[in-house]
């Protein structure tokens, strides 16, 4: 297996440790570590400063504070992500400072024996400090937002690699722009095939996550729904009333999550915007609790109706899901998902990913060796028995 350095740009306002399982980009850092560790390649990771109050780090061979602990604190110290989303600007002084150091570490620390993979998990708000950086592959690793930039892109999802060409206009394909979705530690996610008598909503609590429908479906029902997720004053606005019957969590950290996904009846994800991942939905399945989601984006490639779950287009089907949910599997579910979404499986994908990008420098598209890895294998899908 071909070894190359991998630069991990981390986010600014957040530090890169499972203290922050609430954003999905922060944990996408974390297991690119893990995984890129695992597989003997050189992982520099670039991140605020970081101290024993922060968690701990992910695998690593040189970690690179861009973002001086004081900065940090005089801007975020005091603000309060459990009751808020994340504060963040690309202007804003984290991110300006974490921009001018991080360009200036990159280029210090490149290899000059071995390919250098810059990835920016961020997207756009890293362009500044990729500028004009050509002795690299720098590649966006895990797009699931619209703007993009860099010349080397992998999508969370096929449905998102449409959509954005579609909003970009693009008729035709490109070769060297992939679709490889997120990926979970499975340690992270206990698995139970007995459920209690409760359905869950995990997300950010507003109206375009859907947590009205879930709640609405709940109370039709008479069954008790759990909420759980940043900024909770927004419900009001989702339409959404605390009472006995639905409840309120608070934000909860990687044993929480785990525990009340795994008991629950279900876990809902009926999105209304065309969802890139979701994963809340594969985290429920880990667990091997179903999911109920709606029928459009990602949830064609993550969740197989009838069998890890129900995708739905009204209100009708969301009932029906509801009342039949029971019905499947917790063990077809959970190995559907560690089969597909774990990461000694995705990050065979990766490195075959970066393989055909190394091979740039050869022959390219024309290139006709192939490695061990590379034998495609990471387009495949697995399936429960």
Known sequence: MRKYRFHLLSLAHTKCSNKFATCAYTQKVVGMAKMMSSLGHEVYLYSAEHGPEDGELPPHTKFIPCVSKKTW?????????????????????????FN?????????NLATDKENFVLCFFGIAHQEAVKNLNSA?????????????????VFESSAWYHFIHGTQDKDLGTWVDTVIPNYYDLNDFEFSAKKEDYHLFVGRLIQNKGVAIAVDVARKLGKKIYLAGQAPDNLSNAGVKLDDQVQYLGVLNVKERSQWMKNATAVWTPTYYIGPFEGVSVEAQLCGTPVITSHFGVFGETVLHGKTGYRCRAYKDFLWAAQHIHELNPYDIRQWAAANYSLDRVKYMYQAYWDQLADLGKNGWYETQ?????????????YPH
């Open 73 to 97: 604190d005089d801007y975020l110290g005091n603000y309060n992500t459990y009751t808020n989303f994340y504060k963040f600007d690309m202007n804003d002084p984290v991110w300006s400072e």
């Open 100 to 108: 001018i150091k991080t360009s200036i570490s990159v280029r210090e």
């Open 137 to 153: 592959f720098v590649v966006e690793p895990g797009i699931g937002y619209k703007y993009t930039f860099a010349p080397f892109r």
């Open 370 to 382: 192939y490695n061990p890895v590379e034998n495609l294998d990471h387009f495949n899908k697995y």
